[in-house]
């Protein structure tokens, strides 16, 4: 069974750091395009970032510049850095499986969505 788990949430100050882990079981990454997705109450699902097989890699103009995307294909696992973290960024975040190999950030675009993580940014 194609499957993603997310870990790495919790509650930080704003300003602080958290870096979450996608880890898969039942495939390897290493033929995969991985995006990162975050859900906030009340709000749409929305693409923030992605890493193609190749190590290229996008971000949402909301966390440009913030979270840093990864992959350690040996450990079958990807990563999203966040640093100066906002009240804003307080979310729920998945991981999952682009369906075309492509970072393209549309949801429907992709697949074994994990759990997900939740995220708090709060003083």
């Known amino acids: 069974q194609l499957q993603l788990v997310e870990s790495g949430g919790g509650s930080v100050q704003p300003g602080g750091s958290l870096k979450l882990s996608c880890a898969a079981s039942g495939f390897t990454l290493d033929y995969s395009a991985i995006g990162w997705f975050r859900q906030a109450p009340g709000k749409e699902r929305e693409g923030i970032s992605c890493i193609t097989s190749g190590g290229s890699t996008n971000y949402a103009d909301s966390v440009k510049g913030r979270f840093t995307i990864s992959r350690d294909n040996a450990k079958n696992t990807v990563y999203l850095q966040m640093a100066s973290l906002k009240p804003e960024d307080t979310a729920v975040y998945y991981c999952?499986?682009?369906?075309?190999?492509?970072?393209?950030?549309?949801?429907?675009?992709?697949?074994?969505w994990g759990q997900g993580t939740q995220v708090t940014v709060s003083s």
């Open positions: 999952a499986r682009s369906r075309t190999s492509m970072c393209i950030m549309a949801r429907d675009l992709f697949g074994s």
